[in-house]
């Protein structure tokens, strides 16, 4: 994906814009990798403006196509109400969803809660 190649700052062509750019493409071609990078952008503010709303919705995009490490940001971000109002039951459904294919830090989480 020339997503990734934009964002590698070694590549030689790094460029934070230019990678929101085509990581945008993409994810709007329905790639779940792109979905997950663009939340990742949007929840940092690399190449796009910092913005945790716009970063839950893209996480749960790549959530709903089954991108695991999605799933537990998604249920990360939920738990803490960061980017839409808390809500620990879909927090907890993602969670599963997540643990379900192996993603096993869910009970570190609660556990240090």
Known sequence: MLGLLHLDQKSGVG?????????????????????FQLAVMYCTGYG???????????YE????????????????????GQGREA???KATEWFQRAA?????KRRLLWATR
């Open 15 to 35: 460029n934070a814009q230019a990678a929101s750019s085509w990581m945008t493409k993409a994810a709007r071609a329905g790639h779940a990798a792109a979905h």
């Open 61 to 80: 995009a790549a959530a709903e196509q089954g991108h695991t490490v999605a799933q537990y940001n998604l249920a990360v971000m939920l738990g803490r």
């Open 48 to 58: 796009v403006r910092l913005d945790l709303a716009e970063g839950v919705n893209w």
């Open 100 to 104: 379900e294919r192996g993603w096993r």
């Open 87 to 89: 809500d620990v039951t």
